[in-house]
């Protein structure tokens, strides 16, 4: 008999439930959400064995996942994971490095150093700029905007690690209306104020409108985006940035997916100008398919974010180039690894192919979605499709409908006043097949609220 070994194990449980990704339910049912109750028992004296304990992770986890991870799922901008991404993982796993600098981990300072080149490279951002891998758009931008609160305030001759925010001089911050919820607590938590925001107004597509913009001044931390998150559209950077800069404002950018549109030739264009910018964040978990959790924070003045982010002493700056010194994290897994894993088996051929396959794709919806009847609020630029039913009610329900199916998962969002939905096209396996069979339920869910309503109509006349 061969010994049991819990890593061959869980390899082939986790092959066994890569298989059924496809054709298993996206959200679980009700009975299997109640099989999670065989969760609830309590810690045990002595330890259980981890054939017992994969076994459960099996049989009840497993199945009460969401699908997430395969090519039925179109939830918020939720990529899955490469294969070669998870591969490698493993191997990561077993180093188990504390990543924060050279000394404790000298391949993974490598490898992260080598992830920041390419990233910047294929980004087409200022090679010199600093990347900070950290865990999410949320945490790497939060390195990014305290760096802009701290070099603002720096020009206004204040040092605010020593003095801190008593006393100091008034910022303003410039932000998007249709900016996304982490850039606001963000801004929250970094002592700014959501009452003190000045909002800057969007256009029909959720875009920044330039003549609408608040005037700008050398105190001003403007907030823009990549990526609007239900129509996918970009800021207009390049009538925006210069005039900021002119100013004398720091520029940041949430580029959460759609920074990846730069790396792509034929969707350069919606991003033009951004790298006229300060600061940008990008994540991998999303469009670049690593797994969660994994995100880049890049700042064009990296000395000054590795001042602020320093955490040998606040003003005394170490190693700068020290993934420590970068971001939130001090103690951190090396969260470049998995974008470098993942650029190294796509290529930039293949990254080009997979981001152009998924606008094509939600092309594909938008199209598929109008010939069924409903109406598709967006132009579709990118891998984002919103669209909505005849009345608020009609939409939550025909959601319902579709969700309800198992075959499907999509999130409601509101846009412009009224209730919507959202599809996002961001999963490596999406393929014409998986987007027919999408289509053919949201067909379904709209066809039965049409003959729904018929019948409404027609019980109405007799
Ligand atoms: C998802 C998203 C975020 C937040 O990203 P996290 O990695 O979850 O912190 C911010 N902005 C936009 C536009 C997003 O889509």
Redesign the pocket.
């Given at each position: 008999m061969t010994q049991y070994d819990p890593l061959d194990d869980a390899n082939a449980r986790a092959a066994a439930y890569l298989d059924g990704l496809r054709d298993r339910r996206v959200f679980p049912d009700a009975k299997t959400l109640a099989g999670l109750r065989e969760f609830d028992e309590p810690l045990p004296p002595a330890g259980r064995d981890i054939s017992d304990t994969l076994r459960l992770l099996a049989e009840i986890g497993s199945p009460a996942t969401v699908a997430s991870n395969g090519p039925n799922y179109f939830g918020?901008?939720i990529g899955g994971t490469l294969p070669s991404v998870l591969a490698a993982q493993r191997l990561f796993d077993a180093w188990d490095q504390c990543a924060s600098s050279f000394d404790n981990a000298p391949s993974v300072h490598k490898i992260e150093s080598v992830a920041a080149n390419w990233l910047l490279e294929l980004l087409d951002l200022p090679r010199s700029a600093k990347v900070s891998f950290g865990?999410?758009?949320?945490?790497?931008?939060f390195a990014c905007l305290a760096t802009a609160r701290r070099t603002l305030l720096d020009r206004q001759g204040w040092n605010i690690d020593r003095r801190g925010l008593n006393g100091a001089p008034v910022l303003r911050v410039v932000v998007s209306e249709a900016?996304?919820?982490?850039?606001l607590r963000n801004l929250r938590l970094l002592g700014f104020g959501l009452d003190h925001l000045e909002l800057a107004p969007v256009d029909e597509h959720g875009r920044v409108d330039p003549e609408r913009l608040p005037p700008l001044d050398d105190r001003t931390l403007l907030c823009l985006?990549?990526?609007?998150?239900n129509t996918g559209e970009f800021d207009p950077f390049s009538d925006i940035v210069p005039v900021a800069k002119a100013a004398g404002a720091w520029v940041h950018v949430?580029?959460?997916?759609?920074l990846w549109a730069r790396a792509n030739p034929d969707l350069a264009y919606l991003a033009k100008g951004v790298e006229g910018a300060d600061s940008w964040?990008v994540?991998g978990?999303?469009w670049l398919n690593t797994p969660y959790?994994g995100?880049a924070g890049i700042c064009r003045h990296g000395d000054l974010l590795a001042e602020t982010m320093n955490s040998a002493t606040v003003y005394a700056p170490g190693a700068g180039d020290a993934q420590m010194n970068l971001g939130m994290e001090f103690s951190r897994r090396g969260r470049g690894l998995s974008f470098w894993v993942a650029l190294r088996s796509l290529g930039r051929d293949g990254l080009t192919e997979m981001t152009l396959r998924h606008c094509r794709h939600a092309r594909m919806l938008a199209d598929g979605l109008a010939d069924a009847g409903a109406e598709v609020l967006n132009r579709v630029v990118l891998n984002q499709v919103l669209f909505r039913c005849e009345t608020d009610e009609a939409t939550q329900a025909m959601r319902d409908r579709a969700v309800a199916t198992g075959r499907i998962w999509f999130g409601p969002t509101r846009w412009q006043g009224r209730s919507a939905c959202r599809l996002s096209v961001s999963n490596w396996q999406s393929s014409d097949d998986s987007i027919d069979a999408a289509l053919r339920v949201l067909g379904e869910a709209l066809d039965r609220g049409h003959s729904g309503r018929e019948a409404a109509a027609h019980q109405e006349k007799l």
């Open positions: 918020y901008v865990t999410t758009t949320a945490s790497c931008g900016a996304h919820s982490t850039i985006q990549a990526g609007e998150v949430d580029g959460s997916f759609g964040t994540d978990h999303k959790d995100a």
